[in-house]
């Protein structure tokens, strides 16, 4: 089966870059979508198709596939980002596959 | 504004049959741009695709792998929802179901709606 891992957890200050990586075989091959999930509610669409944003999605958000990786990456990072983070990979072949989630600490 | 509202019991015993129902409000089930998903998060957290149904002329439903053969997903067009039946359950699949909306623009990348999720346990 094709597994999608995460970094467990990333801490990052207020103000400054967290980046959350996302790998998979040959992950660039995939379309790759990113979730936030705040504690006690449903998982909130954040990046889809490896590098867009829905409507409403603050500009600091932004996100990469290349190669193996991909990349979600929060610039200006605020107190109101501190949750979990899942990618998502889609495939023809494999269907629909989770990564293993990243908390994000903001210190 | 897409809204899916989830409903069911909360406790399953083991061997029976869990089952859930999602409401859609601001798109139908018979949507030929649109599938109709469920979700669920283990008790660890990750996040697990368990099937689909969604209508291009006719009704195809899709499944994964690891719950084929005990699971359904059926759409209700008179009611405008999709349920989820999972049969011969055991605590393993103690779980936050949701059930979510993915669009399609020839395929179905990503979930763009979500329900409010429910936690269903399964215990005697």
């Known amino acids: 089966s094709y597994e999608v891992t995460q970094p467990p957890s990333v801490s990052v200050s207020p103000g400054q870059t967290a980046s959350i990586t996302c790998s998979g075989y040959k992950l660039e091959n995939k379309y790759v979508s990113w979730y936030q999930q705040q504690p006690g509610q449903s998982p909130v669409l954040i990046m889809y198709q490896d590098d867009k944003r829905p409507s409403g999605i603050p500009e600091r958000f932004s996100a990469s596939n290349s190669g193996n990786t991909a990349t979600l990456t929060i610039s200006g990072t605020q107190a109101m980002d501190e949750a979990d983070y899942y990618c998502q990979a889609w495939d023809s072949n494999l269907g629909y596959v989770f990564g293993t989630g990243t908390k994000v600490t903001v210190l | 504004q897409v809204q899916l509202q989830q409903s069911g019991p909360g406790l399953v015993k083991p061997s029976q049959t869990l089952s859930l129902t999602c409401a859609i409000s601001g798109d139908s089930v018979s949507s030929s741009s649109a599938t109709w998903n469920w979700i669920r998060q283990s008790t660890s957290g990750g996040l697990e695709w368990l099937g689909r149904?969604?209508?291009?002329?006719?009704?195809?439903?899709e499944y994964a792998i690891s719950v084929k053969g005990r699971i359904t997903v059926n759409p209700d067009t008179s009611k405008n929802q999709f349920s989820l039946q999972l049969n011969s359950v055991t605590p393993e699949d103690t779980a936050v179901y949701y059930c979510?909306?993915?669009?399609?623009?020839?395929?179905?990348?990503?979930?763009?709606?979500w329900g409010q999720g429910a936690l269903v346990t399964v215990s005697s």
């Open positions: 149904t969604y209508y291009r002329s006719k009704w195809y439903n």
């Open positions: 979510a909306r993915a669009p399609c623009g020839g395929d179905c990348y990503d979930f763009d709606y």
